[in-house]
């Protein structure tokens, strides 16, 4: 039995930087545990790669997560340079389909400016403007966004494994927790029958972040669903018919979902997707089953808790059956961003992209939860629904995380910092 003053499930993104903080800050024994038998093998590698600018989050109902993001940019750009990695400054545009879908974009544009985007970095364009900077571009306007960035954060979160192990972390891999006993200490026991022990427990598992806090007794009253998100890559001739990220004014706003969108990955590669397809569980990158068990309990889950309430829900269940369709036919996924970009065919689009999954949490009145949940146990702390644009502010908000655990109690250590890419101290002041 191993013993860790600091035990965190989830080797993504997040978990593998607040690894790095708290490696930075303390003198202390802590471990990252991960079932896969590498970093990032889930959403932290199965995503866009954008850097993302928060011109589109409520400044008050996502505060948080509109700081982390704002704040995370320069992070991200430090850590590239330093480390020679992709950062691709390509920009984004937002596009409007009419004149309700601009009132949006207008809305978008006040947001920016309460959550500290520079001006000159957001502006709004009508179709004419619009074709002056993409000639294959067609809409009713766009807002332009030209801080957005795209990179790699599999190769973001690598490096910060290397530098968290350097301070003393250690990786516990293909380690998947099947209990946990959080009383006087922290108690984990793992598929192979190995177990550790901790003083507290930093919960950050992604998609089974739910299911982890439900075992330390708390987070009863929600549930989750996954889906799927599905890409298309472009054909190399056809990739720069638009040389800016393209993404659209959602047509379920009330729903954490984006319509497909035409996106310039770091590696040169174009793409159009997500879709949002319901799965299984949140490792189901292929087909619509999976684990047969996991399946059976999903929907046992579904038809017996909160997920029921979405299926009385009309808009829902049109958004599913659209969702779908776009999942087994290509084409109507490609019907969907000719709506924006006219020039492009089914048949310039001959390979899938790399499929990610969204674990969305639902309350007890069947509505999704719109932003991150941080729960408290005992010796535990638990961060649920951490969605997009989770990756862009990943090394703030653990920044900030960290600082809410200090300021609770729950790292009640000397501190011994060391040299860091970052400054702890200026970031957390800005929340």
């Known amino acids: 039995m191993e013993k860790f003053d600091i035990a965190i499930i989830g080797a993504g993104i997040l978990g593998t930087t607040i690894s790095y903080w708290i490696s930075t800050l303390y003198d202390l024994n802590v471990c990252v545990i991960e079932k896969e038998?590498?970093?990032?093998?889930?959403?932290?590698?199965?995503?866009?790669?954008?850097?993302?600018?928060?011109?589109?989050?409520d400044p008050k109902k996502r505060k948080t997560s509109a700081v982390s993001s704002l704040v995370s940019h320069d992070l991200w750009e430090i850590f590239a340079k330093k480390k020679s990695l992709p950062w691709f400054e390509v920009g984004t545009i937002q596009v409007a389909a009419d004149e309700q879908q601009h009132k949006t974009l207008e809305k978008y544009m006040k947001w920016s400016v309460k959550n500290g985007i520079p001006e000159k970095q957001v502006e709004l364009l009508d179709s004419k403007d619009l074709l002056k900077k993409e000639s294959n571009l067609h809409a009713y306007s766009g807002l332009y966004c030209s801080r957005d960035v795209s990179t790699d954060y599999g190769i973001f979160t690598k490096e910060l494994q290397k530098e968290s192990e350097k301070n003393g972390t250690k990786f516990l891999f293909n380690k998947e927790v099947i209990d946990t006993n959080d009383n006087s200490e922290v108690k984990l026991t793992f598929t192979d029958d190995s177990v550790v022990t901790a003083k507290f427990l930093i919960n950050c598992s992604g998609g089974n972040?739910?299911?982890?806090?439900?075992?330390?007794?708390?987070?009863?009253?929600?549930?989750?669903?996954?889906?799927?998100?599905?890409?298309?890559?472009?054909?190399?001739?056809?990739?720069?018919?638009?040389?800016?990220?393209?993404?659209?004014?959602?047509?379920?706003?009330?729903?954490?979902?984006?319509?497909?969108?035409?996106?310039?990955?770091?590696?040169?590669?174009?793409?159009?997707?997500?879709?949002?397809?319901?799965?299984?569980?949140?490792?189901?990158?292929?087909?619509?089953?999976?684990?047969?068990?996991?399946?059976v309990s999903k929907i046992r889950e579904i038809f017996e808790g909160n997920v029921k309430h979405l299926l009385t829900n009309s808009s829902f269940l049109s958004m599913l059956s659209k969702e779908f369709f776009s999942s087994v036919s290509k084409t109507a996924m490609v019907n969907r961003v000719q709506k924006f970009i006219p020039k492009i065919k089914p048949e310039y689009f001959t390979?899938?992209?790399?499929?990610?999954?969204?674990?969305?949490?639902?309350?007890?009145?069947?509505?999704?939860?719109?932003?991150?949940?941080?729960?408290?146990?005992?010796?535990?702390?638990?961060?649920?629904?951490?969605?997009?644009?989770?990756?862009?502010?990943?090394p703030a908000y653990s920044a900030y995380i960290v600082k809410k655990l200090q300021d609770k109690g729950f790292l009640d250590y000397s501190q011994k910092p060391k040299e860091s890419f970052w400054n702890f101290e200026e970031i957390t002041s800005l929340f």
């Open 351 to 394: 390979k899938h992209g790399t499929a990610g999954i969204r674990t969305p949490v639902i309350s007890s009145k069947g509505e999704f939860v719109k932003d991150i949940l941080e729960l408290v146990g005992k010796n535990s702390f638990h961060i649920v629904n951490y969605n997009s644009p989770g990756a862009t502010g990943a």
């Open 37 to 57: 038998n590498d970093v990032a093998q889930h959403t932290s590698s199965r995503n866009t790669g954008v850097v993302h600018s928060p011109f589109y989050l």
């Open 209 to 295: 972040s739910l299911d982890i806090a439900k075992k330390c007794n708390l987070a009863k009253k929600y549930d989750d669903l996954h889906f799927r998100g599905e890409y298309w890559i472009c054909d190399q001739s056809y990739a720069d018919l638009v040389k800016t990220n393209i993404y659209t004014v959602a047509r379920f706003s009330e729903f954490p979902f984006l319509d497909p969108h035409w996106i310039k990955r770091s590696n040169g590669t174009t793409e159009i997707g997500p879709n949002a397809v319901p799965v299984a569980t949140p490792e189901t990158y292929e087909g619509y089953v999976g684990d047969l068990n996991a399946t």
